[in-house]
């Protein structure tokens, strides 16, 4: 049957029949840059009354918010881009929303079917391109139009990944009947395995202070994290997260569980004495790089148990486990806040993760990028209000300033802090006018060193701790040097400049209390 919204003649064009479906289905917000191939899409957004349409200047800050938005809401928002050229723009943060499991849908617009043949000059293999990082769909009758629609959808979010829907401009023109009314699969984790359950709980006994249990996904819900801290206490095994969490909640009493460390000497020398690695929403942990004398899989040999995977119920294996080893029903102690640094004290990353431990608004999301302050707060975070962590995912950097984007977007009650190293905020820098228009509250805090300073480590790793002249000039961001405060007012984002934890302290309350977008050049 027809929907209500409807008459029994009334007929949509295709480009409403997909935006109808997709509103069908649950998705609201579509991050759009979309160009000529995707006009009829445009036009129908003004009858889509459940759509909001967000612009983004750039794609990759699309597909950037898609991802910080799916990992707040727990559902897929859509993107709309132009042709392959418009989806290989974006194609750096949907690689770190696969990482992240994110349900993401493109909508990529291409040209008239009947002009395909023709070999244009922006015609390309968009299937090939979407595959990089997904599932491909794509439409090829009218007929289809609902129905392929329904299938990416339901596919990004029982992956959970990202799906890109192909559909050729003459197929968003023309016409045709509403789509019939069809409820959303439900898509339920697979359960927890019993026996994965027991043995891990018989090999962590066995392992004693030599027992590691990895989280990641769904365990870094406090649920999760809340088990693992009671399975610890019961057994003596330590505690990590994988390196970059998609999500992870943090402070609020929860076991002080630390990132498991980027370098691979260092990882390595965390796991060497390791009796068995439980795994629970994680994958096996491996190096970033290949370096020369380091393994590339940092648990020892023979150590590895899967406890559940990223798409099973990750958080009720973690309970029946502690259930399993005998945890008392009791919390866990939570960390120590650190010190807040006195209000003279310089911008460091460790005076700003200690500053901002303490500052922190309760229920805030603070999306990652960086290392120069990043590492620093995600340690001292442990000991701070209850609050939410996005990190990149997938190592593509350009994540930072869109997330923040989707994730404020996603959930408009909670203040939003992005957490920024210089140089990978440079890649999306456009995030901040969409910011602006969208009047989104994020607080951006810039740590401004002027540098690539995780490179200059890396040549430092590679043999060369002296750069010379042409190695210094490509791992530095000055001479001259950007600076953020005018770079924020040019987008329309207020913006102020702190040398001191005084002076930030002053700046992070102001930006809180005005509400919308802000941006703090950290001088450090």
Known sequence: MKTDRHTAHEELTGAQVLLETATGRGVSVCFANPGTTEMPLVTALDRAPGMRAVLGLHENVCTGAADGYARIARRAALTL????????????????????????????????????????????DIAALARTVGAHHEIGDRAAVASVTRRAIDDAHERPGVSTLVVPADLQQLSQEPPQEESPRAAPRPGVDEEAVEQAAHRLRAAGSRGVLLLGGAGLSRRGQSAAGRIAAATGARLYSETFPARAERGGGLPPIDRLPYFPETAVAALQDAAVVVLAGVSEPVAYFGYEGIPSRLAPQGTVHRLADVAQDVEQALVALAELVGAEHRPVAGAQRPVEPAPGAALTGQTVGAALAN????????????????????????????????????????????AALGAAIAAPERPVIALQSDGSGLYTAQALWTMARESADVVVLIAANHAYNVLRTELARHGSPEPGPQAARLTSLGEPAIDWVSLARGFGVPASDATTVGELRVAFTDALRARGPHLIQMTM
């Open 81 to 124: 881009l132009h042709l392959g050229p418009g989806l290989a723009n974006g194609l750096a943060n949907l690689h770190n929303a696969r990482r992240a499991h994110s349900p993401v849908v493109n909508v990529v617009g291409d040209h008239a079917s009947w002009h395909l043949p023709f070999d244009a000059p922006l015609t390309s």
């Open 359 to 402: 500052w922190l608004p309760e229920n805030a999301i603070v999306s990652v990028e960086g290392g120069t302050c990043g590492y620093p707060f995600y340690s001292a975070s442990a000991a701070a209000v209850p609050h939410t962590v996005l990190t990149n995912t997938g190592g593509a950097i350009g994540q930072g300033l869109p």
